[in-house]
Every structure is written in structure tokens, then in C-alpha cells.
């Protein structure tokens, strides 16, 4: 889907596009896509791993800004999808203790399940992150 027709399209960055991930049991949950597409950021040049990692992290500062979020987790990894992309996830303190202080993906699937992105619900967040980050 292109990301203008894609409703969890938050914005275009310097390093690629940002969306909101579809899981979104950890409100806040996003995706930051490489453009141009590699499979790795060792394939990018070293500037361009620069703004890459940068991005990630004011995606980061941004989600912190607009959820009640303690921490955010930063994730590449590219071992199921060989594109490189970072997850950037919120931390929250209503997590029980012993699935915050773990992965993110040690939360049962009946929670990802439970709360996956929703164009309505989700629009407000949208919304706010991308003011955020194109400011």
C-alpha cells in the first residue's frame, strides 16, 4: 500500500517513512521503513546510517511525548523481512512487571491480537505524532 493511502502513514522522514504498527496492544507502537530500500543498515552509507538511527530515535522522543510511556525499545533486526526497518516501541508502567522488564514480543498473542491498529480509534495518534515530527 503506498503511504498516502496507508491510514497508519504517520509521515516521510530524511531516513523513510514512518507508520504506526499494526499491533498496537503497546499504544504508540511504531515502524520507521528505510528509503531507499536495503536489506541492512550495514548496506547504507555512513551518513546515511546516521539519519537513520537519528529518526529512530526522535520517532522514539515523539511517542514518548503523546502516550504515557516510561521507556521506548528500539529493535532492527530483519532476520523474517530482509528490509531494513526499526521497531520503535513504547514502554508502559501498566505492563505487569515481569512482561515490561522482557521483550516486547514476550506479551501473550492474545494482547497483539486483542489491539491491533485501527484506522478510527488510532487517528488522534496519528495525527499527533506526525505534528511531532514534522515540526
Not at 26 to 51: H, K, Q, T
Not at 89 to 98: G, L, N, S, Y
Amino acid at each position: 500500500m503506498e503511504p498516502s493511502t496507508d491510514p497508519s502513514f504517520i509521515c516521510q522522514m530524511s531516513s523513510g517513512c514512518v507508520y504506526l504498527s499494526q499491533m498496537q496492544f503497546l499504544r504508540g507502537y511504531c515502524i520507521l521503513s528505510s528509503e531507499p530500500v536495503v536489506a541492512s543498515i550495514n548496506d547504507l552509507l555512513p551518513d546515511e546510517r546516521s539519519f537513520f538511527l537519528l529518526d529512530m530515535v526522535k520517532i522514539g522522543d515523539a511517542i514518548m511525548k503523546v502516550t504515557d510511556s516510561f521507556r521506548i525499545n528500539y529493535a532492527i533486526m530483519g532476520n523474517n523481512q530482509p528490509v531494513l526497518h526499526a521497531h520503535i516501541v513504547p514502554r508502559h508502567m501498566w505492563e505487569p512487571e515481569k512482561l515490561r522488564k522482557g521483550l516486547p514480543w514476550d506479551h501473550p498473542e492474545i494482547f497483539a491480537e486483542a489491539t491491533q491498529f485501527d484506522p478510527k480509534r488510532d487517528q488522534t495518534l496519528v495525527d499527533e505524532l506526525r505534528n511531532i515530527l514534522q515540526t
